[in-house]
């Protein structure tokens, strides 16, 4: 069974910094692009990152370039994503997802999510 | 960046009912287009992708259709358990932008 295990929410003063961990399990993990989505409270799902199989390839929505790097480490079956600079706007349920072995393939699993509140 | 623009935003119809989603593209994406559920506290999940293939495990009551700007989503036969918001997602290149979501309630 695909199993998606977000790790490393937690509350944050404008400004600051935080990474997030995803462990996947159950699914070739290093076949597979795999993406980070986030939910703002009461919002619909926003795409924010991206990244190939072998890490060669990363894509970003633009609010987030420059501060937010994805990564993946596949010998530990695990996708990263390191977040600095955070606004408030950045506040939401960021969700681990896996999508296709190629780029243009959706995502058909997600993890249940973790939450990041930036405040002052 | 393409615009994924959902109608309506929300509707209410009886159990049976035939519903349908539109969602349009501000510019063409070919059939690259998923549609997603989301059911209260839940996480979102894959019902169609490539415009009209159903997911694995998605009841054949869910279909898709549409190929360019326009895309529909049709439940044939409303149920109870298919109250949730659904959203689009284009995913032709970056940004894999989402709809703003239709919310389907039972009338």
């Known amino acids: 069974e695909v199993q998606l295990v977000e790790s490393g929410g937690g509350v944050l003063q404008p400004g600051g910094s935080l990474g997030l961990s995803c462990a996947a399990s159950g699914f070739s993990f290093s076949k597979y692009w795999m993406s980070w989505v986030r939910q703002a409270p009461g919002k619909g799902p926003e795409w924010v990152a991206n990244i190939k199989q072998d890490g060669s390839e990363k894509y970003y929505v633009d609010s987030v370039k420059g501060r937010f790097t994805i990564s993946r480490d596949n010998a530990k079956n695990s996708l990263y994503l390191q977040m600095n600079f955070l606004r408030a706007e950045d506040t939401a349920v960021y969700y681990c997802?896996?999508?296709?072995?190629?780029?243009?393939?959706?995502?058909?699993?997600w993890g249940q999510g973790t939450l990041v509140t930036v405040s002052s | 960046d393409i615009q994924m623009t959902q109608s309506p935003s929300s509707l209410s119809a009886s159990v049976g009912d035939r519903v349908t989603i539109t969602c349009r593209a501000s510019?063409?994406?070919?059939?690259?287009l998923a549609w997603y559920q989301q059911k209260p506290g839940r996480v979102p999940m894959l019902l169609i992708y490539?415009?009209?293939t159903l997911q694995s495990g998605v009841p054949s009551r869910f279909s898709g259709t549409g190929s360019g700007t326009d895309f529909t989503l049709t439940i044939s036969s409303l149920q109870p358990e298919d109250v949730a918001t659904y959203y689009c997602?284009?995913?032709?290149?970056?940004?894999?932008?989402f709809g703003q979501g239709t919310k389907v309630e039972i009338k």
């Open positions: 997802a896996k999508s296709g072995d190629k780029w243009n393939y959706p995502h058909d699993r």
């Open positions: 490539a415009a009209s």
């Open positions: 510019q063409g994406v070919s059939n690259y």
């Open positions: 997602q284009k995913y032709n290149s970056a940004p894999w932008t």
